[in-house]
């Protein structure tokens, strides 16, 4: 088991000759070992570099005077509109929450367009709103953009990239680098109710449910947690889920963390759904969740900060970080350990 | 004819609950008329704010003590590989022009990919290769990226956005409210190669051609041509070409922009591929070229400037900025004047 997880550490060359003939599978995108390996094997081969190679949520770019933190992502989701969110909102949030884990106060946010033709300017135009509104609750500004359109397909289709300038205080430092054994590891609230949403969206499944898609801006949250002290490391648990999230803090600190099971919060219908479709809430995309690590004195006053916003109302302790063993583990309710591995493959049904 | 273009002027509604079913087609992407009323009527109208208003190549957002110009853009092109380029190259190239157009030298570039299931990865790797060397020829460094995979189709296919931060000097002003009557207008070589050479690669032509892409970054050339002074307004005439760009350049100044036919220098092969195609090498997309407004009594010293870049052998003056008429025209080898208009829907084929 060791090796399937330590292999993401081989770097180049990573197809030799004799694959010539490999090609991309969509577990390739889905945030697991295999993207890993794509990453390191192909991206990083070629454009290796300091930012880069840090594998974090966005770059953080010297600059005279400012410390300025760069993010890009393109979003894929379908069905264009789900519960609780939608491919516009979910643009401009995963951006503002990639620059807000790394510590910055998101600022600035282009946004590009590939729309497949036969797509309706009244759904490109309810897409449009939903930026708006999301970038104004974030306080972002939209500044520059552009737009492709590709020929037609079946249905409606839009691939949106939006990528994002932050600014952050010189004296912020986070990074894996700081994490210690004896750190908490915390959560501002549920796992899994993005991607439980829209799997149920895409499918057949004729399930009426509550459930809605977390998806929301972070960034004041964020700030606040991050003025409490003592944050070690933060990022947002999406494709992948908490599980992969936790195996990149432990792939770049060679520390171990363990998270116990009864401290997970699963609502009813993602276990619901989970079950249904055979996932695994801890593998589960979200888009409104942090995760934090933080020095064990400050959890409270990190806790009590999350809990003032309504998307930390259920924040909570999950886990700590210990010496050893390295890796990531899941404390079962039962008082074993398992371990959790980056995701081989992709869960199903892909969801982003 | 006026109306037609003024007809861009025009800004919400765009549509009326009577053209809910209105869709996208592709010459909302063909960078003419139509794109201009998308970005207008929907993107302005939800997204509007000073920076995008001004729907320049990049925004220049405000920063204490430096400037920072920000940019991006969507690569669909295909075929992915062509003489001169691949969307690889072009993918870096346009961002970095975008920057330099506005004045910034280009610094960080940010690369996310979305992947169409099937897709060779040595294909990947090849473009991954191109956009190694662009990079490294224009000075920029790829911070940031990211992945993703959408399922299969035919064939394979690759969408690349990169979007930009360049730092601009704080005495660097440029803008069409700076031209005046008198100007003249440059251009650092023949138009038309790039869209010539990607429409020959795309078609079932069986001909043989020694057309290649002008495909480059220009951020030195343009850099030298800057500190000549007397620089009013530069930009990149890719889609729609030449022409749009000046329809852009008259809708902003409300000034006449007035070139010659025999000042323009249009290759054999393009002229060839043109006529065969039914293109007008005036509408036709650039990936090299840089179109210049500067005072006439700058002109010889940009020219020589470009002149001693490979990119700028052949740069040339094209034509001047009057009072009157408004609008883009082009004085022919007869001596006529032919009122260039915003592209009316697209070129065919199209090609990027």
Redesign the interface.
Known sequence: MKDRNSEIKVYPP??SPG????????????GGLK?HR??KG??L???G?K??ARLED??V?G????V?C???????VKPLFFPGGDIGKLSVCGTVNDLAVMGAEP??I?????????????T??RI??S??ES?KKAGV???????????G?QGEEI?I?T?G?GVRKKAVKLGAELVRAGDVILINGGIGEHEATVALARGDYRLKSRLRSDCAPLNRLIAAVLSCGGVRLMRDPTRGGLATTLNEFADQSDLGFVIEEERLLVARAVKGVAELLGLDPVYMANEGKVVVVCAKNRAEAVLKAMRRFPEGRRARLIGAVVKAPAGVWLKTRLGSLRRLLMLEGEQLP?I?
């Open positions: 990573y197809f694959l010539k003939e490999e090609r991309i599978v969509l577990s390739h995108g889905a993207m794509l990453i192909v991206f081969k070629y454009f570099n930012s880069l966005a770059a770019v600059w005279e005077g400012e300025l760069f993010t890009t992502d393109s979003y894929v600022r600035f282009s946004l590009s367009f590939v729309l497949r033709e036969g797509l309706r300017l009244m490109l135009s449009c709103q930026i708006k970038a500004e939209i500044v520059t953009g552009d737009t492709k359109v590709i020929e397909g691939y990239n990528s300038i892909r982003c």
